[in-house]
């Protein structure tokens, strides 16, 4: 297991040089000089080439990689070219509010999705069955940004149950660390006020970005339990007179979850890749939006810097994903 | 007492939707703001309509535009003294500024100002780099300051809003490298404005907070109950931002409220529409330097192919206002007699067909690049291509963004065929229009994307932009603007409207180009 372990860390490194690379070249071959935006609206032609000397655009490609290299060696992302700070300032402010996000809203895929699934195999082809897998389709099917739309419209808006954007109410004030998890940090320093006032700013984007992962989830679920529930052993136990739900959630999901954890794994992603959307609606201050402003006014050192963080991260929920499954299937183990 | 876990869920989802009260501001007299934020916090290092907005209220400068048609207000300054040949400005301070540290605004601080900018080279310093040089800028009294031109420059004191007024203690203290302070600016703030930055609740596009300056030079005896803080939180959804503000958790939106949620929010009884005429033109440029462009015929062709009254009218609902020049119709310089380019397809027949006899290559696809994310630059490049495809010309849209386009117009070949922009209040001169659109020389920035050259037109220009006086100036630049008519090199559709919307609690809101009517030293929020 440790050797598996080494063995995929090892293989992180060239992955990622190799992620960087090709981001560095993409952004190099759109037209976008951050210089010229950075000189501004009135800039003289001589104004744009002297920013452009200060940042070092105007070297060779093969240099300005390779100091970049040289900086991320030393864990340091550089300035943004816009916001001025440490882009490793900004990250660590914006990206626990996306994986708060994308956590809560993966457990919620998960707590919801997993039953969902098995009731649809138990009560293959009757009506629970039928009832969940067109809502499943339905699921996967509907835009997020429709669904995050909808529900502000109905929880914000008409029940003003929940709050409509952002991730504190006005006036609330964020204790300072040392996650940067609000939830996690609130509960730490005893502020229990500010706790429940984040949980429910939390609530609707953590489901809009949950809906298709419920449906996933319950699909495959359904898939693995329809899989395992025809075989022997689950005849052997139900003879031997094991309780049913018993026999179901412990033995049956337990064989039946492998391909669904594998999903979860990829759903991970996904949810990354979607909170862009969600937290753009909620005005959820994550690292999706930072990113698309980054791309927009070409800030190249912002680009980078998020494409090996979620890259990391990426690596690591894989890595993760491969140590639940030898967790649940011992036969994996001695890979 | 002991809770089950089905108790506690039970307990812990009572307690959510008891908390469930309709959203408004924390704090009565605070105002929460839907406008963006500028990148950072420096407004020496950036200078955009955003920008505009947070400066306005946290700096000062020694010169400020008010009212509408904005109209220049001595603010640090209480006056200036210009040399008859131009070349030198002198500006008196008024006594007894502070900035927030609580120290006294002196001469040395205006110096080291303008000294800053000119440094650090980046966006305000474009108006100033070509006549100031950092030693041009001296204090001759502790109130006084002198400027020495290198040449003559009349639109020098339009141009002084531009450049905020900063504390030298404060940045001197935060240098790192000789950067003057650049680096701690970006998200700190060392100002003498009406309102002072919270820099611990600061998030560069996020968050900013402001509080009352209570010691602001200009007093507070003008507003009865001003606020005690601004709260900016930018909504980049416009569906949400809507919808924050019919729920009452937003006080105000930007100024670009879409046109279709206009009678929503004139109907509601939380909101109202906020409408003035702003000093920023909407046009199509065409890249003179590449045909069929660089064909006069071509180009009236496309002026006249344009359905103006259809997007101003059907599209933006009458949310605009006409303006067939490159200048906003509101400003001096504008010549009334110019009657411009109207939608006209058999004119524009015509002038295609001469066009194309002269040899101007008008059946290849034309491409009009637009700015992606901004609704109108679609609306109007798909309703060109509606109007010109019964003409024979196919024009073939292209999704671009703000970056690409400027570093694409440094140079004629990468200029595309046609894009589509406004053209901001930066100051109000026909210089920030007419001059840097049209004179020759500013080829290769984003203003001058049109290649445009008349030799005659850069004559007029030159002399206009050396020539001390409005009332001298003003011929110059109508007679300019003619020629430049005449020659049509763009296509110039609208002058905007701004459209806010704003919460009807909000009062004393006064408009001004310059910054879009952000300026909250004049707000007050009715109980």
């Known amino acids: 297991m440790i050797a598996f372990i080494a063995r995929r860390l090892a293989l992180a ?88 996000l994308t956590m809560v809203s993966l457990l919620l895929a998960i707590a919801i999705g997993v039953p969902l699934g098995v009731i649809g195999a138990v009560h293959h082809n009757r009506w629970p069955d039928f009832v969940l897998r067109t809502a499943s389709v339905g699921g996967i099917a509907i835009a997020t ?57 939390l609530v609707l984007p953590a489901a809009t970005l949950s809906f298709g992962g419920i449906a996933t989830i319950a699909r495959f679920t359904r898939a693995g339990v ?64 930072y990113t698309v402003q980054a791309i927009l006014t070409a800030d190249y050192k912002v680009i980078l810097a998020v494409t090996l963080v979620v890259g990391v991260i990426y690596i690591a929920v894989n890595l993760l994903t491969d140590l639940v499954h030898a967790l649940i299937d011992p036969r994996l183990r001695s890979g | 007492m002991e809770i089950t876990r089905r108790e506690a869920g039970a307990l812990t989802l009572g307690a959510l939707l008891t908390l469930a009260v309709r959203a408004r501001a924390a704090e009565p007299d605070v105002l929460v703001s839907g406008d963006n934020l500028p990148q950072n916090l420096d407004p020496h290092q950036i ?66 100002s303008f000294r800053r900018v000119l440094a650090l080279g980046k966006a305000p310093a474009g108006a100033f780099l070509p006549v100031l040089k950092p030693d041009g800028v001296t204090a001759t009294g502790p109130l006084t300051v002198r400027f020495q031109l290198a040449h003559p420059y009349a639109p020098f004191l339009a141009a002084m809003p531009l450049v905020s007024i900063v504390n030298p203690r404060v940045l001197r203290q935060h240098e790192k490298d000789n950067d003057w302070g650049a680096a701690w600016l970006a998200s ?42 601004v ?66 015929n071509a180009r009236k062709g496309f002026a006249h192919a344009f359905d103006y009254h259809g997007f101003i009218t059907d599209i933006l609902k009458g949310y605009a206002v006409r303006d067939p020049t490159p200048m906003p119709n509101t400003l001096w310089g504008f010549p009334k007699d110019v009657a411009g380019y109207e939608y006209d ?100 920035t984003w203003k001058a994307s049109s290649w445009y050259k008349n030799p005659k037109v850069d004559e ?29 090199p763009d296509i110039w559709i609208y002058n905007t409207v701004d459209l806010r919307g704003v919460n009807n609690r909000v009062a004393g809101f006064r408009f001004c180009p310059v910054g879009s009517g952000t300026e909250v030293r004049w707000i007050h929020l009715a109980a």
């Open chain 2, 345 to 444: 397809p058999a004119k524009a027949k015509m002038y295609f067909e001469r066009a194309r006899q002269e040899g101007a290559p008008l059946h290849r696809p034309i491409q009009i690049h637009i700015q992606e994310a901004l609704d109108q630059t679609t609306q109007a490049a798909q309703l060109y291509q509606s109007t010109l495809a019964p003409l024979g010309i196919t024009l073939k849209i292209v999704n671009d963004t703000w970056a690409n386009l400027t570093t694409n117009t440094a140079h004629p070949e990468t200029t595309p065929d046609m894009w589509v922009h406004w053209v901001s209040t930066y100051f109000v001169d026909p210089e920030n229009w007419a001059g840097q659109m049209y004179d020759s020389q500013f080829g290769g």
């Open chain 1, 13 to 100: 490194v060239p992955t990622l040089l190799g992620l960087l690379v090709i981001t560095f070249v993409l952004i190099r071959t759109v037209p976008a000089d951050p210089a010229t935006a950075l000189a501004g609206d009135n800039a003289t032609p001589a104004q744009i080439a002297a920013i452009r000397h200060e940042f070092g655009l105007d070297r060779p490609l093969y240099a300005q990689f390779g100091r970049y290299l040289g900086q991320i060696a030393e864990l340091d992302f550089g300035i943004s070219a816009f916001s001025g700070r440490p882009v490793a300032l900004d990250i660590a402010q914006r990206l626990p509010a996306t994986l708060e």
């Open chain 1, 226 to 289: 329809l899989e395992t529930l025809q075989k022997d052993f689950v005849l052997y136990e139900r003879a031997a007179g094991f309780g049913r739900w018993r026999l179901i959630w412990i033995y049956v999901l337990r064989n039946s979850v492998v391909a669904t954890v594998t999903q979860i794994g990829l759903l991970f992603g996904g949810l990354v890749a979607g909170a862009v959307v969600v937290e753009s609606i909620f005005d959820w201050p994550g690292i999706g939006d």
């Open chain 2, 47 to 112: 200078f955009d309509v955003p920008m505009q907005g947070y400066a306005v209220n946290t700096y000062d400068t020694l010169y400020r535009y008010e009212g509408n048609p904005p109209e220049l207000q001595p603010w640090l300054a209480a006056g200036h003294t210009p040399a008859p040949d131009g070349m030198s400005w002198e500006f008196a301070l008024r006594p007894g500024s502070l900035f927030h540290d609580g120290s006294p605004i002196t001469a040395e601080d205006v110096v080291y």
């Open chain 1, 145 to 201: 940004f429709w669904l995050a739309i909808m529900l502000q419209l109905l929880f914000a808006m008409e029940l003003g149950w929940l709050p409509l954007r952002g991730r504190l109410g006005l006036g609330a004030v964020a204790p300072p660390g040392p996650t940067g998890f609000l939830l996690i940090d609130c509960l730490l320093a005893g502020q229990f006020g500010v706790f429940l006032d984040a949980l429910r700013h």
């Open chain 2, 188 to 229: 700190n703030e060392a100002g003498s404005g009406a309102y002072v930055l919270k820099p611990e609740t600061y998030m560069p596009l996020q968050h900013v907070d402001l509080a009352r300056f209570d010691r602001h030079f200009m007093g507070w005896k003008d507003n009865p109950r001003p606020l005690d803080g």
């Open chain 2, 231 to 296: 709260a900016y939180r930018p909504t980049k959804e416009t569906s949400t931002r809507l919808l924050a503000l019919l729920q009452g958790s937003l006080d105000w939106t930007d100024s670009y409220l879409p046109v279709d949620d206009v009678t929503q929010v004139a109907a509601s009884k939380i909101a109202h529409v906020q409408k003035d005429e702003d000093m920023r033109t909407f046009l199509i440029r065409m890249n003179n330097s590449k045909p069929p462009f660089d064909n006069i």
């Open chain 2, 460 to 488: 007029l220009l030159r002399q206009a932009r050396a020539t001390v006086g409005q009332e001298a100036r003003a011929p110059l630049y109508e007679a300019a603007i003619r020629l430049i008519v005449a020659d049509s």
